[in-house]
């Protein structure tokens, strides 16, 4: 098989033409940064155009619906009301490596609070939500001591979650043990319902109609006593789960954020795919971003090292998510390791001020277009480049390009093709 050639044309420095290379590069992502208009969204579609005809294929999140990437190569895919697939938090890695049901179980649950701002949830509520979704797991015979069932072809998701959240607020507030409380529930609304058919026997005046209702409330008081004292002494759930207006706070958390139903079982496929999330709410965005970014880096981690780059992950307007500590550092995690599993970046993004130091040691090519005047000197102090220089690039005409083969990483204003 003879040697590939990636390789996308910027365009000319002094009328020598200047490339991006990525296999000739220590590690093959890239960022993009430039004020709106100049250029940004036409160079990621050159990009893809001009590396998918080698082979790489490409994963889109666009945030706001108009990277408009030729859809022949790159199909779009809307998240929203009515997909007929999506992202879902709860898929466990099966990989024995990385602690199965209650790392993802701990990670969800930390991501939540990092999206929820002021409203976090507390110590107990934390409590309670992790051992719900532990037990949702065990339901569906997935067991932290069992690495081999952290396989699955589909895992419970945030539907599943709220129908079990709202299973355990049913018990608690009415008893019963586990994997029978739906039968005993039967029984005391059956007994409900004769006691209202008694009722209406004391208003007819039957004789012995006192006698019956007050046997049957009897039996039924006796009943509830002996179902809750069950429960108390015998059934971990009456202390696990504690505090009922916890459980419905929680219910109505994970139902307002799958008001969408985006976070299903059936999972989008995510080779060559644009992942349209403009009609999301933010936290839903970066939900789904965090998790389309993590399901690709366990993918490629477990198919074992590569050579060259096989895929790309796109993310347009990255800024939005690297405000999220936990996303940030997925971001890190995947340009860090990335590499050796043949998994490329291309971050853009409106503010290059955004990128932290860890993103821009290990991306070994930079493309800065035309800013704001007023961020001049800061992006050339944190990038390295002449001020003068960049202050010179014209918008759609002109960018300066860095790439570590090329002169250990100088930034050249180049000429746009």
Request: hydrophobic share 35%.
């Amino acid at each position: 098989m003879g040697e590939r050639h990636v390789l996308y044309k910027v365009g000319t420095t002094s009328e020598t033409p200047i490339a991006w290379q990525p296999d000739r590069c220590p590690n093959p992502h890239l960022c993009i940064s430039g004020a709106t208009g100049t250029g940004k969204t036409y160079t990621i579609r050159q990009i893809i155009e001009a590396f998918s005809a080698s082979g790489i294929s490409f994963t889109v999140i666009d945030i706001h619906g108009d990277l408009g990437v030729i859809d022949s190569i790159v199909r779009e895919y809307r998240l929203g009301y009515g997909s007929a697939s999506g992202v879902n938090p709860l898929t466990v890695n099966p990989d024995a490596r990385y602690a199965g049901p209650k790392s993802n179980a701990s990670n969800f649950i930390e991501l939540l609070n990092e999206l929820a701002g002021t409203h976090k949830m507390g110590p107990v509520q934390v409590n309670m939500l992790f051992n719900v979704i532990m037990d949702l797991y065990g339901a569906n015979k997935i067991r932290q001591d069992d690495p081999p069932s952290w396989a699955q072809h589909t895992y419970p998701d945030l539907k599943d979650l709220e129908r079990f959240i709202g299973y355990k607020y049913k018990k608690l507030m009415i008893g019963g043990s586990n994997g029978a409380a739906d039968h005993e529930i039967d029984k005391l609304q059956a007994l409900y319902r004769k006691k209202k058919v008694l009722e209406k026997l004391e208003k007819s005046h039957s004789p012995d109609a006192e006698a019956r209702i007050a046997e049957t409330i009897s039996s039924l008081v006796r009943l509830y006593e002996e179902y809750l004292r069950k429960g108390i002494l015998h059934d971990p759930d009456f202390l696990t789960y504690s505090d009922p207006k916890g459980l419905v706070g929680l219910r109505n958390r994970i139902q307002n954020l799958n008001n969408t139903d985006v976070f299903v079982k059936n999972e989008t496929p995510l080779t060559n795919v644009r992942l349209n999330m403009k009609y999301l709410e933010d936290e839903q965005r970066k939900l789904a971003a965090y998790y389309t970014i993590k399901r690709l880096l366990d993918r490629f981690t477990r198919a074992g090292e590569r050579g060259h780059v096989r895929h790309y992950i796109v993310i347009d307007e990255c800024s939005f998510f690297l405000e999220v500590p936990r996303i940030e550092h997925m971001i890190v995690r995947t340009v860090q390791e990335g590499r050796k599993f043949g998994l490329g970046l291309i971050l853009a993004t409106q503010n290059p001020l955004k990128f932290n130091n860890d993103i821009l040691l290990n991306t070994a090519t930079k493309m800065v277009f035309a800013v704001e005047p007023v961020v001049h000197r800061a992006v050339a102090k944190t990038f390295g480049i002449d001020e003068g220089r960049l202050r010179k690039v014209e918008p759609r005409k002109d960018c300066m390009f860095s790439t570590r083969p090329l002169n250990g990483g100088e930034f050249y204003l180049v000429r746009r093709y």
